[in-house]
Every structure is written in C-alpha cells, then in structure tokens.
C-alpha cells in the first residue's frame, strides 16, 4: 500500500512543475500516518511505500522521515518498508543511519540525479553536487554492500555538450544503477527552463538511446546475478493469464513462479 506522508516542494528545480502545482512542502502529522499504517496493516498490508513529491524532507514539528521508517517499523504485521521520491540534497546522516539498524526498510535507494554534470545540475538549480552524491553512496553502501540504486535522468537539458552527457555515462558506470527512468528533456510551460534553447533532437534521441541501453544493460545484469539464487519475494497476484503469481523481490525485481493462491500476500 502507498501511504501519503509529504506534499509540495520547495526545490524549483528549473524544469520542474511541482512547486507551481502543488504548493511549498507540507508535512502530514505524524500522528495520523502512525494511525493510517496501523489501519493499513490491519486490513492486509505487509508492504508500505512512503510517498511524497520530495519524501525524505518530511517535517512535522522535528520528527523526520528517520523516525516515522523506525516507528513503523516496530508495528506487528509490516514486513516491508519503501519511500519515494527523495532529493539528494534531503538524504541526511540520520536518514542515512537508519539502515544500520532498520530490518524491514527494503535496500534499494531511489534516489535521482537527473545529471551526472555538475555544470548542468547548476543549470537545472539541483542544489546537489555529483560529489555530495556520491558521498551518499558511499556512505549507504558502507553500511550493506547490498544497496542498489535507482535514479531518474533528464537527458539533452539544454546546455548539455558532449563533456556532460560523457559525465553522465560515467557516473552510470560507476553506480551501476539497477533500474532507473530516463526521457529526453521536455519543457514545462511556467518553468525556468522552457523558455530555454533545446538541444537538436537527432542528438537528443541518440543521447537517450545510449542512457537506455546501459541502463538496461545494468537491469540485465543484476537479473542475471539472481539465478540460481533464492531471494525472498512478496507474492502480489497471479498475473493475467492466471497461471502463475507474480511478486516482487527486495530489489522491485518482478518474480512469476508456480504456486497456490494461499501464497498472496505471503514472502516466500
């Protein structure tokens, strides 16, 4: 189930429409997510996704999303624990720590870059560094080796040469991300950014199609690693065709396997 904790931003990303769309940050009481999760695992529930336009900056009166993953976590019944969408700039030491100690917060760590230039990311008013980004990885896969990343790029903002789409490639590379959404840039009526001279779109579509193929690439290859392996799998449904169930492992890897319908809702 997703449960809604933040809404808003506070980033005026320059291609981004949440901040004109819906509003400044705002922090549901903590109170009430406490009692809607509880209300959530009571009917079923053993997974539970944090939402928000920018989750990890929740803030209701000093308690932060560290404390709200701790919190649930203690409630009989959850299994799993996920947020989404963070901001680097929001990925705190204390949001860090938590996965020293959590053992239901899942071990992969959406967490977009949009760019792996740090020209462009000041052209987009990111507000992160592609070190400070990298600090956060470093620091998360100290505490488990096993943490995987997610991101989303923005590809041929305008400004982008050749020397940042190679910094791109070569952040990809580095981290190794294991499933991520990536478009060509696209301008947002209201935004800073559409009023800005776009890239070719030749240059744009080829661009897109390597970020693609080594994003894939790297998806490919984290499946791969996981036969033979048994890996513990939250059973959702059967799929369509109602002859296999389908579930999802740690990672969001989808998982079809035979089995009884008595295995829905189950890990196993």
């Known amino acids: 189930s997703f449960l809604t904790i933040q809404e808003g931003c506070d980033k005026f990303c320059h291609f981004c429409v949440v901040p004109y769309t819906r509003g400044p940050e705002y922090s549901r009481s903590f109170d009430q997510i406490m009692e809607e999760a509880k209300q959530l695992i009571d009917n079923g529930t053993k997974e539970i996704i944090l939402l928000g336009q920018n989750v990890n900056a929740y803030n209701f009166e000093g308690l932060h999303l560290s404390k709200l993953i701790l919190e649930i976590e203690k409630l009989p019944g959850v299994e799993r624990i996920r947020y989404t ?4 700039k929001d990925m705190t030491d204390d949001l860090i720590d938590v996965y020293k100690s959590s053992k239901k917060l899942m071990p992969l760590v959406h967490l977009p870059v949009q760019s792996g230039s740090n020209k462009v990311l000041d052209l987009m008013n990111r507000k992160h560094t592609i070190k400070t980004y990298l600090e956060i990885f470093n620091k ?15 590809i041929a903002y305008p400004g982008e040469d050749e020397n940042d789409f190679e910094d791109t490639i070569k952040l990809i590379d580095e981290i190794k991300f294991i499933n991520s959404f990536s478009f060509i840039f696209s301008p947002r009526p209201g ?4 009023d800005l001279h776009e890239i070719d779109k030749k240059i744009s579509r080829e661009r897109l199609e390597i970020v693609q193929q080594k994003l894939f690439n790297n998806q490919i290859k984290m499946n791969k690693s996981l036969e033979d392996k048994t890996i513990n799998v939250l059973v959702e449904n059967r799929t369509d065709d109602r002859s296999k169930l389908f579930g ?8 079809l396997f035979s089995g009884k319908d008595e ?3 189950k890990i196993v």
Do not use: Q, W
């Open 140 to 154: 998360l896969k100290k505490i488990n080796p096993n943490i995987k990343f997610s991101s989303d790029f923005i």
């Open 85 to 88: 969408t963070s901001h680097p």
């Open 248 to 255: 999802r492992s740690e990672y969001m890897t989808s998982v």
């Open 263 to 265: 295995l829905i809702g």
């Open 191 to 194: 935004t800073v950014a559409s």
